[in-house]
Structures are given as structure tokens and as C-alpha cells.
């Protein structure tokens, strides 16, 4: 079993719906991140959480560490959205040298 | 604008030769790292470094090398050795103290033929 599990793997919306990831992980951490990979491979990180919630524009990211999941919505989906989104983990003391545990990504499409 | 930049973002080699895949930042971060990723899996560690000539091995280092003689330069060497080269490649560089966020690179994908 993976110490990072994404739910769903593939996901496809219409514009304007509202979306949730889902992130499950095994281990104690430090941080949760939240990335965004396009289809030309590039990665963005979009949050990093160890509490409670946070929210940039569209995007919420949530998190209950006793529970040990995360989710990621969308409000308002648009068709830019479709992107692979990553979660991952870093465990241990939070310094420069922590090393990031990743899931396998959702796929999300959005159609117009 | 800072960021992290990857070179070449394709790249052919023939089986059995070296090939150095370059990544340079200019956010002044003193981590660097470089994944592999492969369709259907998550991103793995294959090195790391927190600071200038100092690296560490990751979870996938075989067939591996990098160096870390400049702050801003952490390039990848992947050699013969490497029994499955073709992959994507991402360098990813971390802030530190106060700010802990990563960066990304655009990625190099390798193909050996």
C-alpha cells in the first residue's frame, strides 16, 4: 500500500462544477503539498498545509491531520483546470532537507 | 523572474552513452532535488542536495550521479549503468528557513533508444 493514496485517479467535470481530490496518507507528517502538472510536464505547487485550510482564488486545500486526509476543491471549474494534481507529504522536522513522499495524482478534465 | 530552469526539455540518446541533464535556479534556495517520474507512478527521489558539495542519495540512485559545485547548478547525470533511462526528469529546488515552498522545473524527458 502506498503511504500517499489519491482518490479518485481520473476525474471529468463540466465548466463550472465544483471538484474535490482526495488525499489519504499513512505516515506522521510535517507538511502536506498540493501540486498542479500540465500536460507539458511542468509542476506547480499550489499549497503547502499543515492545518486547517487555505485558500487561493479558486482553490480551497483542507486538511484534518487526525484523520490523516486532505482534499483539494475547485469551485467554479473551467476547462484551464484540467491538469494532473499531485499530493505530497514531507515527514519528519521541517527543514530545506525534508524529502516529499508523492502520490499517483488525479487526472481532472474539464469540459466546456 | 525566478525560477528553475531544465535543458533540454527532450533529449534522444543511444543505449550505453552518459547523458547530463542541467538545472539551474536563480531563487538563491540551498535545496535541490531531481525526480523520475514514469506513466502510472508518483514522482520518485533519486538525489538531493541541501547545500553546495553536498549530496545525498535518494530512493532510485542506481545508475545515477549529480554534483553541486555551484548554488545555483544541480545537474543530473544519467549513465550507462541506468538499466531503464527513459522517463521524465523534474529538478524541484526548496526555500528555506521561512519559506519552505518548492519550485519546479518544466522537466527534460529522456528517451534512449
Known amino acids: 500500500k502506498n503511504e500517499v493514496e489519491q482518490s479518485p485517479q481520473n476525474l471529468t467535470a463540466q465548466e463550472g462544477e465544483f471538484i474535490t481530490i482526495n488525499c489519504s496518507y499513512s505516515?506522521?507528517?510535517?507538511?502536506l503539498h498540493w501540486l498542479q502538472q500540465h500536460p507539458g510536464g511542468g509542476i506547480v505547487s499550489l499549497f503547502m498545509?499543515?492545518?486547517g485550510k487555505k485558500k487561493h482564488g479558486r482553490l480551497i486545500a483542507t486538511i484534518n491531520i487526525q484523520e490523516k486526509h486532505s482534499s483539494l476543491h475547485i469551485t467554479a471549474s473551467h476547462p484551464r483546470d484540467s491538469a494532473v494534481y499531485i499530493c505530497?507529504?514531507?515527514?519528519?522536522?521541517?527543514?530545506?532537507?525534508?524529502?516529499?513522499?508523492f502520490g499517483e495524482g488525479t487526472q481532472l478534465t474539464v469540459n466546456p | 523572474d525566478g525560477g528553475i530552469t531544465q535543458s533540454p526539455k527532450y533529449l534522444f540518446r543511444k543505449e550505453g552513452q552518459n547523458v547530463t541533464l542541467s538545472c539551474e535556479q536563480n531563487?538563491?534556495?540551498?535545496?535541490m532535488y531531481w525526480y523520475r517520474q514514469d506513466p502510472g507512478q508518483g514522482l520518485r527521489l533519486i538525489y538531493y542536495?541541501?547545500?553546495?558539495?553536498?549530496?545525498q542519495k535518494g530512493d532510485i540512485a542506481e545508475g545515477y550521479s549529480v554534483s553541486r559545485e555551484k548554488k545555483e547548478s544541480f545537474p543530473l547525470t544519467v549513465t550507462s549503468a541506468q538499466k531503464n533511462p527513459t522517463a521524465f526528469y523534474l529538478c524541484?529546488?526548496?526555500?528555506?528557513?521561512?519559506?519552505?515552498?518548492?519550485?519546479f522545473g518544466s522537466g527534460t524527458r529522456l528517451t534512449v533508444v
Open positions: 524541484a529546488s526548496r526555500g528555506t528557513f521561512l519559506n519552505y515552498g518548492y519550485t
Open positions: 505516515v506522521g507528517i510535517s507538511a
Open positions: 498545509l499543515s492545518s
Open positions: 505530497a507529504v514531507s515527514s519528519g522536522r521541517e527543514t530545506s532537507g525534508s524529502r516529499l513522499t
Open positions: 531563487l538563491n534556495h540551498d535545496a
Open positions: 542536495s541541501q547545500i553546495v558539495n553536498d549530496f
